[in-house]
């Protein structure tokens, strides 16, 4: 093997290492990113479904059970109005991606939530795709909800 090719493999080796750790990290990065938002998010939601008005944009869309709603004040009436008081969600598992090149994290959860006095939780799953909001954080630009019942 000649010398310039050797040269050429252990460098294009030291690349694709680098570009391995920087993939890693973002992997990282965006899956961390997505547990902070999905604890705020969740515990908003169980407290206080109002103040999720900021998470939410005018062109943001909501999808719950198969009915959509759009923009903020849209979906925050949607979420205040659901047939329960109290909700708590039990967060199972969640998986995220970096979804585009301007940032976005596509976040899928699983989980079980207890409404009002239930004591049997039932099971949902909740997409999210979040954008960022050009200061740093993040806004949900699209948002899938749906219960999960059990196969027939």
Not at 35 to 62: G, H, I, W
Not at 107 to 136: H, I, K, N
């Amino acid at each position: 093997m000649g010398a310039s090719l050797v040269r050429f493999l252990l460098a294009f080796h030291n690349t694709l290492k680098l570009v391995w750790r920087r993939t890693r990290t973002i992997w990282k990065e965006t899956y961390t990113r997505a547990e902070q938002f999905v604890a705020f998010y969740y515990k908003t939601f169980d407290e206080n479904r109002s103040q999720l008005a900021a998470l939410y944009r005018p062109n943001s869309m909501l999808t719950f059970e198969n009915s959509p709603v759009q923009g903020s004040a849209g979906i925050v009436e949607k979420l205040t109005n659901l047939p329960f008081q109290k909700v708590v969600h039990q967060v199972a598992s969640l998986d995220a991606q970096p979804s585009n090149e301007a940032g976005g994290i596509m976040v899928m959860v699983t989980g079980g939530l207890l409404a009002d006095e239930e004591q049997r939780p039932m099971s949902y799953t909740q997409v999210f795709q979040l954008m960022p909001d050009g200061q740093g954080s993040y806004f949900v630009f699209n948002d899938v909800f749906r219960l999960v019942y059990p196969a027939a």
